[in-house]
């Protein structure tokens, strides 16, 4: 009895050596010295709650607020950064970009300046970026385009400037896109409909051109769009039939852009479409009637239009925004 007792404790004492403890796991040094040089250019409002020197948590120390750490192995790695809100000034921070195992970066909020560096291309893991309410400047960086992984990018409500780079339709992943409210000019790339998973393409109130038949020349494009915002855009021409091919769409905005002709009958076709905003452009002709009888069109807005008399709007008018969980909130006027 007393030799099968003594084999089962060392049985459970080379059990217990086996496993690692992972209170006690290091923090990668790489990860500790990055956070380490954000904490020193950030204020006081980040780095009073940012004690200790290791982001993971050191002894009776907490992890700092914001950072979510993962264990690698016999370590322990930042994956995620959130630090909103909290009145951030100055550059975007380099050293973020040496954070290899970021899944989620989340600096919206803020008052950052200047461009984003292209060595964002190297966080091969990031799945959210979400950069929105900033002073950001300049191009956005084509490099954003080598991030694989990536299903939510967020950069609107900065001061972008350029075109939209056409690598963004290197992002298989990528599911909601938002350039809304800065600068950008050109014209929206094509290759954008070659996104199989995209679902919400958000580019209005920026300074961009072109036609909406351009945008989806690409046979078989945006087989998984449900919105589409161009709104307060300098977009011209008109509405093509094909159009009709986006069969997921559900919300198309075109409000305040510079469009004419005629409505074709075929959008009405387009199974779950649901919102339909028309007003403030140089559309004419007739609304066909196969819009007021489609069984998921709730709102339909054409004011601002040269439409022949007697044409009318479909539900209550409201005013159309987007809210920070990213879901679409409707306020009646």
Not at 230 to 250: C, D, K, R, V
Not at 287 to 295: A, D, S, V
Request: proline share 7%; aromatic share 10%.
């Amino acid at each position: 009895m007393a030799l099968i007792s003594f084999t089962l404790l060392s049985l459970i004492l080379v059990s217990s050596l086996s496993i690692p403890n992972l209170a006690h796991c290091k923090t990668l040094k790489r990860d500790v010295k990055a956070l380490n040089e954000i904490k020193a250019s950030l204020g006081w409002r980040v780095v009073y709650a940012w004690v200790g020197d290791d982001p993971c948590g050191d002894g009776d120390l907490p992890a700092w607020s914001g950072v979510t750490c993962s264990t690698v192995g016999d370590y322990r790695v930042v994956t995620e950064l959130e630090v909103y809100a909290v009145s951030i000034v100055g550059p975007f921070p380099t050293a973020v970009t040496s954070l290899l195992d970021l899944t989620r970066l989340d600096l919206h909020n803020n008052k950052l300046t200047g461009p984003i560096p292209p060595q964002i291309g190297r966080l091969k893991r990031l799945k959210i970026l979400n950069l929105r309410w900033n002073k950001l400047q300049d191009a956005i960086p084509p490099e954003i385009g080598e991030l694989k992984s990536l299903t939510h990018l967020y950069l609107s409500f900065n001061n972008f400037k350029g075109e939209i780079p056409k690598e963004l339709a290197n992002l298989p992943n990528l599911r909601y896109l938002y350039l809304h409210e800065n600068r950008l000019t050109g014209r929206i790339p094509p290759e954008l409909g070659t996104l199989q998973n995209l679902r919400h393409l958000d580019a209005g109130n920026n300074h961009l051109v072109g036609t909406i038949r351009e945008l989806i020349r690409i046979e078989g494009c945006f087989p998984a769009l449900r919105n589409l915002y161009l709104n307060n855009n300098y977009f011209t021409g008109g509405i093509p039939a094909q159009l009709a091919n986006l069969t997921s769409l559900e919300i198309l905005y075109l409000s305040y852009n510079k469009m004419s002709g005629v409505i074709p009958s075929s959008i009405a076709h387009i199974p779950k479409l649901t919102y339909l905003y028309l007003d403030h452009n140089q559309f004419s002709g007739r609304i066909p009637e196969p819009f007021y009888k489609h069984p998921f069109l709730k709102e339909m807005y054409i004011e601002g239009n040269a439409f022949r008399p007697g044409v009318n709007p479909i539900g209550f008018h409201k005013v159309l925004e987007v809210s920070d969980a990213d879901f679409l909130v409707y306020f009646v006027l």
